[in-house]
C-alpha cells in the first residue's frame, strides 16, 4: 500500500519496455496506490516483455505504441475513451535516437535524424496532452521524464540534449495552455539509471561513476525513487505544482565544480 491514495483514477504509461524501465516503477506505485492503468508496448518484439508486466499491474487496456506509427497513439485514446470515457494521468516515458545521432556529434546530426528524435522523444508528448485533454474534464496530471543533459553539456548525450530541452519547454508551453483546464504538466528529471535506452548512451559507466562521486547523496538513484516521485506528481499532493521539472537525481544537477 502506498500512502497517497489513487483509487479510481485511470492513468495511461507509455515507456515500459523490461522490468528494468522507469515508466515500470512508476507504474507499480501507481497500482499500489489503487490505480486502474493501460499500458502500452512499442511493438510484437517488445509484446512478450511487456504483457507479463501489464498483466502483474492488472492493467484495464494494453494495446501496442510505437509513436511514430501513424494512427497507433490515437487508437490508445480511443480505446480509453471506449472503456474509461475518461482519464486523470499521462506518463510519457520515451526516448529514441538513431544510433549514428546518439553516437556522433550534434555538429553532424542530418536533419532527418534530429526530425525523427524530436518526434519521437518531444513532440509524442504534446500529442499526448493534445489527445488527453478532452478526457480530462475534471482536470488531470502529464509528467514526462527528462535528463540533466537538457540544461547542462553532458558529454556523449548529444542529439538527445537539444531534443530534451525542446521538452522541457513543451512542459512550460503545456501547463501554460491547460492550467485553466486543471491539468498540471510536469517533468522528472531523473539521475542516470542502467536501463535499456541508458544502455544506447556511450559511456554510461562514467556517468554512473560520476554521480557516485559528485552528487551530494554519493549514490545512483533508484528507480523506485523515480517511480514514488511520479506517483506524487500525478496525486493530489502536487495540486499546486505544474510547469516544473523535478530533479530526482541524488542532487547531481546542483553541483558546478567538484574538486577531487
Ligand atoms: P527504457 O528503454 O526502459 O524506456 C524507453 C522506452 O521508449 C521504451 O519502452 C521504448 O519502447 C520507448 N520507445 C522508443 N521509441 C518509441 C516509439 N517510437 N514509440 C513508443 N515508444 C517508444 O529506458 P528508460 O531509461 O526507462 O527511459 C524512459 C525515459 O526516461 C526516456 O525518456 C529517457 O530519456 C528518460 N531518462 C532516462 C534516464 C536513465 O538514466 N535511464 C535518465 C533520465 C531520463
Not at 487508437?75 to 494521468?89: K, P
Not at 537538457?150 to 530534451?164: C, R, S
Not at 539521475?191 to 544506447?200: D, E, F, L, P, Y
Request: one cysteine or more.
Amino acid at each position: 500500500m502506498e500512502v497517497l491514495d489513487l483509487t479510481g483514477q485511470k492513468g495511461l504509461i507509455v515507456g515500459i519496455a523490461n522490468e528494468h524501465s522507469l515508466a515500470w516503477a512508476a507504474a507499480r506505485h501507481f497500482r499500489s496506490a489503487g490505480a486502474e492503468l493501460a499500458i502500452t508496448y512499442l511493438n510484437d518484439k517488445a509484446r512478450p516483455f511487456v504483457e507479463p508486466l501489464a498483466r502483474e499491474a492488472g492493467a484495464a487496456i494494453v494495446l501496442p505504441c510505437d509513436v511514430a506509427a501513424p494512427g497507433q497513439l490515437d487508437a490508445v485514446f480511443e480505446a480509453i475513451r471506449a472503456r474509461w470515457g475518461r482519464l486523470d494521468f499521462v506518463f510519457h516515458a520515451i526516448a529514441w535516437a538513431r544510433k549514428e545521432d546518439l553516437h556522433g556529434r550534434l555538429t553532424d546530426c542530418s536533419a532527418e535524424g534530429f526530425a525523427e528524435s524530436m518526434a519521437i522523444s518531444c513532440y509524442s508528448f504534446i500529442r499526448m496532452a493534445h489527445l488527453a485533454e478532452p478526457l480530462m474534464d475534471r482536470g488531470g496530471s502529464l509528467t514526462t521524464l527528462t535528463f540533466y543533459g537538457a540544461e547542462k553539456v553532458v558529454d556523449h548525450y548529444n542529439v538527445m540534449g537539444p531534443v530534451k530541452a525542446a521538452l522541457e519547454c513543451a512542459v512550460r508551453y503545456l501547463a501554460h495552455e491547460l492550467g485553466s483546464k486543471k491539468i498540471r504538466v510536469n517533468a522528472l528529471s531523473a539521475g542516470a539509471v542502467q536501463t535499456r535506452a541508458a544502455s544506447g548512451i556511450a559511456h554510461f559507466d562514467a556517468l554512473l561513476n560520476e554521480t557516485l562521486r559528485d552528487a551530494p547523496l554519493h549514490r545512483q538513484v533508484d528507480p523506485d525513487e523515480v517511480g514514488r516521485a511520479a506517483l506524487v506528481l500525478a496525486s493530489a499532493y502536487a495540486s499546486g505544482v505544474t510547469g516544473e521539472v523535478l530533479y530526482v537525481d541524488a542532487g547531481f544537477h546542483i553541483e558546478g565544480m567538484v574538486f577531487h
